[in-house]
Each structure stands twice: as structure tokens, then as C-alpha cells.
């Protein structure tokens, strides 16, 4: 079994070093996040990565395999694959959240104001969502960004116990409407600041059903770091 890329290989029986020949090129543990995070279809992996090309989606996710760390199986009746972590993929779990512990105490000053990307934040928004609290067999909820200039809005469309990020109007009654920027709802999921705060700011706005608006939290589960300890965000 081939362990690690020509570039990756120490020649240190290290179990950190022999670890890191599986882990540490670049993109494979964002990977394995996505993985851990209940991605398996090629795009819904892709989604979560951002600007990773196909070809190189491809090339990690046929190392992982070979590593055994990913099983791949054929979709029934469909073109292409699915992708699941092993045993071995699953036990990473609770080292990827310290990892984002450690990320969110010593990393953070690295964070720029680019990092703040939309599409980023509605692709976990949209893993957030737990149908079973919200009202009915569907729900539509929109966002409006007013920091930015191009794609303001965006809804998540939930039905079928599903969420569905969107980005033209699905010609839907809107059940929630938030109007905030993308910094101000990244700080509130992430539990940099709470809706009271933020509300209380004038940063956010919701509006809709009163059953939904007044407790956000029950049905958009903040982020797993929510109660991590953390260095404040960069100014």
C-alpha cells in the first residue's frame, strides 16, 4: 500500500512523522473535515473545499482510499461514486475538533476580511438546519447580505426534511428573513456574538414567524466551536 506522496515521506518510524505522511499535504485534512461532516457526494465534498480543482479532489480522494481511509462506492443507478471514511477516517474526529480548538485560541489572527466568503458561510448554514424544529413541511429563509455588492440575497430552502442553499428566489413565501452582513452572521453562528447582541446592535434584523424568530438557535445550530475558548477576531 502506497503511504504518503514521494514528498511526504519522513524515513522516521515517528508515529507523528508516519501520521503526517498520511495527513499533511495540503487539502487532505479539509478533506477529511468534509468527510467527518457527512459529505459524499464529489460535489457536496467540492462544495465544502471551495477553490480545490477536480483533478485534485480526485488525486487526495484516490490517496485517502488507498490509504485506507476512504471507502468508495458506486452510486446505484447513477454515474459516479460516494465517498465514506473508514474506522481509521472516523477516529480523526475528535482530533480535528482540537485542531479547530487550537485554530480558534492561536490561529485567529490570521483571519482576513476576504476570508469572509458567503457562499462559504450558506453551505454550513444549510448543514445547520434541523428540520424536525421548524414548522411545517417547508420553510423558506432568507438572507440579505448589505455588505455586498453582487448576490445580496440568498434562501435556504428546507422541504423534505432537507436544506437546499439557493441562489435565485424560489418563489416561496419567506418564513424568516435575516438582514445583516456576512461578518455579523458569521459572528453570531460561530458565537463570537449572540442574536440578543447583535439585534440589540442594529447589525442584524429578523424578521417572520414569531415562532421561528424568537428562538433562531433551536432550529440553526450555532457552530461545533461555539463554546470554544477563543482569541478575540481580529479588528
Partial sequence: MRIGGVNMRYNQFCPIAKATEILGEKWTILIIRELLMGGTRFNDLQRGLG?????????????LESQGMVARRKISGQKGFEYFPTDACQALLP????????????????????????????????RSI????????????????????????WWLLVESNKAQVC??????????????????????????????????????????????????????????????????LPA
Fill in 51 to 63: 477553490d480545490i480543482s477536480p483533478a485534485l479532489l480526485t488525486n487526495r480522494l484516490k490517496s
Fill in 130 to 153: 434541523d428540520p424536525t424544529k421548524l414548522v411545517g413541511s417547508e420553510t423558506v429563509i432568507k438572507f440579505r447580505f448589505s455588505d455586498l455588492t453582487e448576490q445580496q440575497n
Fill in 95 to 126: 482530533v480535528v475538533k482540537s485542531l479547530g480548538d487550537w485554530g480558534m485560541l492561536w490561529a485567529r489572527h490570521t483571519i482576513l476580511d476576504a476570508d469572509f466568503d458567503a457562499e462559504f458561510l450558506m453551505f454550513y448554514l444549510e
Fill in 167 to 232: 441562489l435565485k428566489d424560489p418563489g416561496k413565501d419567506v418564513n424568516v428573513f435575516f438582514n445583516c452582513s456576512v461578518r455579523t452572521m458569521h459572528d453570531v453562528w460561530m458565537g463570537d456574538r449572540t442574536y440578543r447582541d447583535a439585534l440589540k446592535s442594529g447589525d442584524l434584523r429578523v424578521d417572520g414567524d414569531l415562532v421561528l424568530t424568537r428562538n433562531v438557535q433551536s432550529w440553526l445550530k450555532p457552530s461545533v466551536f461555539a463554546d470554544s475558548e477563543r482569541a478575540p
